[in-house]
């Protein structure tokens, strides 16, 4: 199905039409023209992300540099922001001066292809849906638990794990650990030592599991990955005048995934600690 460009994408297409281009920016050629995010916006995409003082946010193509300022400014969070315009990074240093943010917001006359980053816990776009598009193989690569926090424009089918719209919309997603493959887990649950298996299936951060418990299929339910963390339920039936349900919550380091089991609710709920071992990718 051919998809339709959406409407801001026609405007900053319309605005890349009658932008009058830079000296530098003739030698190192923007697909992206400079049109700044109002400040409502730019607030919005920081709260949606969760940004923080342990935070280092980098917006990749910072215009005026206004969400790593704001970010420090609001946030109390260290940041970077990249640009091929020179006069709007030389602008943006100066904004920060003023703001007495200089130590935390920092700038660089760089290419966003060019940039690493594996730096960021929090990354800050306003780009087109073709370099969203053309970035989201790197941003998929990042850290899991990454975030990553989009005016405008989405990532086609990576469903963003939140959006907000207060006159613009603001999507946010979160990089999700590679989960898939098979698990195994020892769960030492009374009355006996039960063996857990795990199926699992991925797109993005949505996760399909199959289990069996001590060999018999056992129904999953609630399944959640975000970031490193999954979370999921299954339902213990050993005993059938006892049924409870396992409520399983773990992160997910390479080929390992521990956490916290607990069985039941109430002041009848139980916890332990669980690890699974990928056995399959
Ligand atoms: C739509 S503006 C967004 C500015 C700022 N992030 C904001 O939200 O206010 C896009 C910016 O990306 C810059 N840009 C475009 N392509 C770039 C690239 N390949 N590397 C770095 N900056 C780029 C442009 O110069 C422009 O300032």
Known sequence: MRRSIPGPALFLLGVLAVYPVSA????????????????????EMLRLAGVGPKDFVLDL??????????AARKFGARGLGVDLDFNLVIQSEESARQAGVEERARFLQQDLFQTDLGQATVIT????????????TRLLGLKPGTRIVSHDFDMDDWRPDRKTTIRKNVFFWIVPARVAGRWQARLPLPPIERLLELSLTQRFQDVSAHARLNGVPTQVWDTKLEGDRLSFAIVDSA?????????????????????????????ARGTLKWQARRVLR
């Open 125 to 136: 776009t306003y780009l087109l849906p073709s370099v969203m598009l053309k970035l989201r």
């Open 239 to 267: 005993d059938r005048d006892n049924e409870a349900t396992l409520y399983f919550d773990g992160r997910v380091s390479g080929d390992v995934m521990e956490g916290d089991l607990a069985r039941g609710v109430g002041n």
């Open 24 to 43: 530098q920016q003739e030698e190192r050629w923007t697909e992206v023209p400079y049109v700044p995010t109002p400040q409502v916006t730019v607030d």
């Open 61 to 70: 193509g910072s215009g005026d540099g206004r969400i790593v300022i704001t």
